[in-house]
């Protein structure tokens, strides 16, 4: 229990400290180790490069989950009964229980809404700290599950049930490019991993035509979260589809997560023996956002999974729908892309307390799901002069013909084709197309391209970049060698117009601020001073 106290303490005060260097930070460390825990790294060499090796081996040792659940377990039930009522046997028992009721984050005796650690992070962080420690979504407790939750208090920005600390702006992905697609076979179980080819045939029956309906049919869709090769959260829209046999995941989404794929040969055959060959799956892993649920899905990568759902916005007008409901899909009455397909596979472990309501007749029915309540059935009282889309689906799988089977083998050794361009990248193209020039002296002048929403991602930097300067000044004033030098050095920036000076009143708040400090090198003969800037610094 100690090491927690310790490792917060130390990664406070030391480990996270940028203007330490790494020999200085493995001095403080040796010296706070006794006993054991200094007997850890004792063979490990004092230098610079060190530091991090013996951090991480320290962290290795004493980071036992199952250990520090296993005492704190003891310390709760380990409570000495009061065998009579005092003063003394009521301060042990608070002091006791105060002590087992940390916040899960820091381990001090506070909620994990005051906790400074969690409070300087971006609402994505908390949101993963909040599932990883397994807390309610809603009051940020641990004693049970959102929708099991009493509190009335709702997020203050979009007014659903999760605490205000976590909300994220919910834009879902969107896909660019079209193929009529409903759902597709899913590959083998023996075929998900990474380093495998595989080979299969699917057969597709489906039928995606515009007819005249009387009412326009919801369908399951749920807002959800998708984490990408760097653990970053990604909201998407996903169809709950209990007529698809695979899972499958749109082109463009593919790309914005970045997670390693593998190679897959299958065809898709749709109506009138149309075809269309699917190179590529992927393994991601989704989660609920309104309750603690995450599963590892395989998807197949199409250009498009579905056309938008529905298929004209819906008019809620009347429905009635209790505000105490967590619905899985906020905008389900507006025409959107879809960028998910979870297919029958897993569709079971979706429903596994199921709860249904009635709106009203001819109205959806709602059904409860780990995503929150879904949405299925007409929209609207029949009344056939108002036809709108309807589109219906269902897969098959058949065996793959032996004329396949044989073209596949002799294919085996052939080089994949490559994903077509992404929107983003055509758009780059484009502008080195349209923006190249060539100045006198025969040097190329291009734009560098730049999202059209950066400004939206870019986040608020200013603050941190003047907290960290005025840091550097306290530093600098304890060296005046050191503060001689950088002054030198950031004059001759300023004389060779690489930056200027900027009128505090005025400061873009979309602009990107950069951290820096000076590093001196004593052994260098022309500049012992240059200046470092952290491009890397995050935003709030």
Request: net charge neutral; charged share 25%.
């Amino acid at each position: 229990m100690q090491w927690l106290t310790f490792r917060d303490t130390f990664e406070c005060l030391i480990h996270d400290n940028v203007d330490l260097p790494p020999i200085q930070k493995f001095h403080y460390l040796r010296a706070a180790l006794k006993g054991e825990a200094a007997q850890v790294i004792e063979a490990i060499t004092i230098s610079a490069s060190s530091y991090e090796l013996a951090w991480k081996t320290l962290a290795e040792r004493y980071s036992n989950e199952y250990l520090l659940k296993k005492r704190h377990l003891q310390a709760m039930f380990g409570i000495t009964p009061a065998k009579r009522e005092s003063a003394t046997t009521l301060h042990h028992f608070a002091t006791t229980d105060r002590d087992v009721n940390k916040c899960p984050l820091c381990n001090m005796p506070h909620t994990i809404t005051k906790c400074q650690r969690f409070n300087a992070m971006n609402p994505a962080q908390r949101y993963r700290k909040v599932l990883d420690a397994r807390l309610c979504l809603n009051c940020l407790r641990d004693n049970h599950r959102a929708r099991d939750c009493s509190s009335q208090y709702k997020c203050r920005h979009c007014n659903l049930a999760h605490h205000t600390m976590i909300h994220t702006e919910s834009t879902p992905s969107t896909s660019s490019t079209t193929f009529p697609m409903l759902a597709a076979q899913d590959e083998p179980s023996h075929t998900t991993h990474a380093t495998d080819d595989h080979t299969a045939s699917i057969q597709r029956s489906y039928a995606a035509a515009i007819k005249q309906s009387p009412s326009q049919i919801l369908l399951q869709t749920a807002l959800l979260n998708v984490t990408d090769a760097h653990g970053i959260l990604h909201p998407v829209r996903a169809l709950l589809d209990s007529a698809s046999q695979p899972n499958l995941m749109s082109n463009r989404l593919a790309q914005r997560l970045a997670l390693k794929g593998s190679t897959v040969n299958i065809t898709l055959k749709g109506a009138g023996l149309s075809t269309r060959t699917v190179r590529r799956s992927v393994r991601a892993q989704i989660a609920s956002r309104v309750e603690h649920f995450d599963l590892d899905v395989d998807f197949l990568i199409v250009d498009k999974v579905i056309a938008d759902l529905p298929a004209h916005d819906v008019s809620t007008r009347g429905w009635n729908i209790p505000s105490e409901f967590v619905l899985a899909d906020p905008q389900f009455d507006k025409s959107a892309p879809i960028d998910l397909i979870l297919g029958a596979r897993h569709y079971a472990s979706f429903f596994t307390n199921v709860k249904s309501h009635e709106l009203t007749p001819n109205l959806p029915t709602m059904l409860n799901s780990v995503f929150g309540w879904v949405m299925i059935g007409p929209t609207s009282p029949q009344n056939p002069a108002s036809p709108t889309d309807c589109t219906a689906a269902s897969t098959i799988v058949c065996m793959a013909s032996l004329e396949e089977s044989l073209e596949r083998f002799w294919k085996l050794e052939e080089l994949s084709v490559n994903d077509s361009y992404s929107p983003d990248e055509r758009r780059c193209e484009t502008l080195y197309k349209e923006t190249t020039q060539r100045d006198e002296s025969g040097r190329y002048i291009v734009r560098l391209p730049k999202q059209t929403d950066f400004t939206e991602k870019l986040g608020l930097s200013k603050t941190t970049a003047l907290r960290r300067f005025e840091l550097l000044e306290r530093r600098l004033e304890r060296n005046p060698q050191l503060k001689e030098d950088y002054h030198a050095f950031m004059k001759e920036y300023l004389e060779l117009g690489h930056m200027s000076l900027m009128n505090k009143d005025s400061g873009d708040e979309r602009a990107y601020y950069l951290p820096h400090h000076p590093v001196f090198k004593a052994s260098s003969t022309t500049t012992k001073v240059r200046v470092v800037f952290d491009g890397s610094a995050k935003t709030s």
